[in-house]
C-alpha cells in the first residue's frame, strides 16, 4: 500500500500521487530530491515474472535510448534509471501528460457536456450534436501533429529492427499536460511508452501480439508478421481520434475480421488460405471467410451489418449526414486507406508515412516544415481521386498485385472504383480464371 511521502531508493524519491496501475503494478509520480525534478515510477509488482519482463522492458529502451539522435528531443519516452525497492524492481522514467486514452475520454466528456450547457442556455442543440461525431474530438491538424510524431519513432525503431507491438492510445502520452478547456493542446506532441512487448527482428515472435481492437489481420490469422503490425495498429489508433470510438469494437476473432472485410474490402484469398489460427478450417472455405454463419450469436451478426466502410466512418457525424470532404479529410482518409493495407508488404511503412500528405499539410501549418522535402512516396489526394472515385482513396496503392489484363478488365466495365478493383486484386480472379470477375460475382463480395 503506498501512501504520499513513502521514501523509494534510501529516500531519494518521495512518493507524491498515483498515475496508473494495471496487471504488472501501478505507476507512481515521485519527487526526485537529486535532480529537483518529478518522475514517473513504475512499481513492478513484488513477483519474479513480472520483475523479469521489466528488467527486460528497461534492457530495451536502453538500448534503444543509445541510438537516438543526441542534442533534440524524440518521441520516445526516456528511462532514467532503475532501482529496487522494498522488493520491488522499479523503473524510473520522465513524467509526461496523460495518454491519448485518457484525452479522448476528457473529449467525450467534453462532447457530452456541451448540449446540455447549449440547451440550458437557449442555444440550439443542433449546434452541439456534431461534436459527438466524426471530427467533433480531435481536428485533423491536432491528429496530424500526433501521426508525425508516431511516425518518427517508429521509423526510427524499425531502422534498427525493434518492432513496438503494443501500440494503442494508453501507450502514446501527451509531453505536456491538457490545456484547460481542451482535449488536446493546439499543436500536441507525444512520446510512445511501454516497451515490455517490444520484439527484435532476430528474437522468437510470439503467436499472438497486439491489444485485440489494434490488431491486423495477419495476427489474427496466425501468419508471419514483423514491423507493418504497428503501422495497422496507428491506422486504427488515428481513425478513433477522429470518430471518437473504436473502428473494429469487437472481442471474437471471426467478428474482428467481419468486421475488417465490411470496413476495408474481401480478405486475400491467400491469407485466408495460408491461416494457421484456432479453427481456421471451420471459419473459412475456400479462401473465404464464412460469414455470417461463423457468428456467435444474432448480435453479432447485426454488429457486424451496422460497421460502415471506411469513407463512411470518417465522413459523416453522429446522425449519418455527411461532413464536408475537405483536401485535408481526403488526404486523412488515403493515410488510413494505406496504413490498413491487408497485405503486411503492401502496407504503408513508418518512413513512408512520414513523407504522406496529411503529415506535410498539418506541419506547413504549424509551421514546422515550410515545404514539402521533395516528392511524397505516396500519391496525393487529388491523384488518387482521379483514380479511385468515390470510395477509392486507397485504390491505387492496393493494385500492384493484380494482373493487367484483370485491372484493365476492371477499369473498363466498373470504373477504377475501390471495391471492384480491390476485389479483383484480392481475390486474384484474372490470375486464376484467366479472366476478370464477372458483374455477380464482385456484386456478392461487395455486400
Known sequence: MLRKGDDFDRSRYQAERQLGKGTFGRVVEMWDTVEKKAVAVKVVRAIEKYAREAEIEAEIIRELQRTLPTGRDFPIVRLHRTFEARGHYCLAFEKLGPSLFSALKSARALAEVQPAAAAGSGQPAERSVVRSGAGGYFSLPQIANIAADCFEALDHMHSIQLTHTDLKPENILLVAPLEKGSPLPAHPSVALIDYGGATWQHEHHSSVVCTRQYRPPEVTLGLEWGH???????GCILAELWTGGLLFST?????????MERSLGALPRCMLRNAT???ADRNFRHGYLRWPERAIDRESEEHVRAQRRLRECLGADSRGEPLRWTAELADFHDLLWRLLEFLPEQRLSA?????????????????EMSARNGACESAPSAAVSAAGGTDGGGALGRTTAASAGGSEWLAECYGATRSAIYIGDRL???AETGRGPTPTEIFDLAL
Do not use: I, N, T, Y
Not at 228 to 234: E, R
Open 251 to 259: 472481442h471474437d476473432e471471426v467478428e474482428h475480421l467481419a468486421l
Open 351 to 367: 518512413h513512408a508515412a512520414r513523407q504522406h500528405a496529411f503529415v506535410h499539410r498539418a506541419r506547413r501549418k504549424g509551421g
Open 277 to 279: 489460427c484456432k479453427r
Open 428 to 430: 486474384l480472379l484474372s
Open 228 to 234: 507493418p503490425v504497428d503501422m495497422w495498429s496507428m
